[in-house]
Nanobody
Framework: QVQLVESGGGLVQAGGSLRLSCAAS????????MGWFRQAPGKEREFVAT????????YYADSVRGRFTVSRDNAKNTVYLQMNSLKPEDTAVYYC????????????????WGQGTQVTVSS
């Protein structure tokens, strides 16, 4: 059974940092692009960042570019999201997902999803 499990969320003050992890099991994702999305209460799930299978190409939402960094360790079947200079508007549930094709920006382009991890940034 394929599983993606996020961890590393929590409560942090504005300006702080968190590192999220997404561990995959059930199959290897070393040849698959991976993405991070987030969903705040009352809002739609939105794209945050994506990384290609080899890790040499990354894309970010404008709202996080320069503050967040996506990376991966294929030997560990794990993807990371380093979040720095966090703002209250970054508060959301963060999800990782496996890319299946199409535009990396849309949720429909991903087929496997984790259960999410809560990130709360206090002002």
């Amino acid at each position: 059974q394929v599983q993606l499990v996020e961890s590393g969320g929590g409560l942090v003050q504005a300006g702080g940092s968190l590192r999220l992890s997404c561990a995959a099991s059930g199959r290897t994702f070393s040849n698959t692009g991976m993405g991070w999305f987030r969903q705040a209460p009352g809002k739609e799930r939105e794209f945050v960042a994506t990384i290609n299978w080899s890790g040499d190409r990354t894309y970010y939402a404008d709202s996080v570019r320069g503050r967040f960094t996506v990376s991966r360790d294929n030997a560990k079947n794990t993807v990371y999201l380093q979040m720095n200079s966090l703002k209250p508007e970054d508060t959301a549930v963060y999800y990782c997902a496996a890319f299946r094709g199409g535009s990396y920006y849309y949720t429909s382009s991903y087929d496997y999803w984790g259960q999410g991890t809560q990130v709360t940034v206090s002002s």
